[in-house]
Nanobody, 125 residues
Framework: QVQLVESGGGSVEAGGSLRLSCAASGYTYSSACMGWFRQTPGKEREGVASISSRGAYTNYADSVKGRFTISRDNAKNTLYLQMDSLKPEDTAVYYC??????????????????WGQGTQVTVSS
């Protein structure tokens, strides 16, 4: 079955950096759009970034443009999110998500039918 496992979360001071990873298995990773989402208590899940199956197209939320970079290594079945210049408002649980068999991405989280367990990112001021 499809499995997504995130890692790399943690606590960092404002202005610092973290790199999240998501190891995928159970489907043809190179044929799937992949995305990162985040959620804080009491708020809806928010799209952070997405990347098409071959990595040709990326999309970012306005709040992270210029600070976060999404990438993927199809040889390793792994998705990444490099987060720089972190702010306290970036604090959230970050989720990796997949659209198996769909190479192109959309922003609606309901279009993603595979999710990881989430990893906590905490940014202190």
């Amino acid at each position: 079955q499809v499995q997504l496992v995130e890692s790399g979360g943690g606590s960092v001071e404002a202005g610092g950096s973290l790199r999240l990873s998501c190891a995928a298995s159970g489907y043809t990773y190179s044929s799937a759009c992949m995305g990162w989402f985040r959620q804080t208590p009491g708020k809806e899940r928010e799209g952070v970034a997405s990347i098409s199956s071959r990595g040709a197209y990326t999309n970012y939320a306005d709040s992270v443009k210029g600070r976060f970079t999404i990438s993927r290594d199809n040889a390793k079945n792994t998705l990444y999110l490099q987060m720089d210049s972190l702010k306290p408002e970036d604090t959230a649980v970050y989720y990796c998500a997949a659209r198996p068999r769909y190479p192109n991405c959309v922003t609606d989280s309901r279009a993603y039918n595979a999710w990881g367990q989430g990893t906590q990112v905490t940014v202190s001021s």
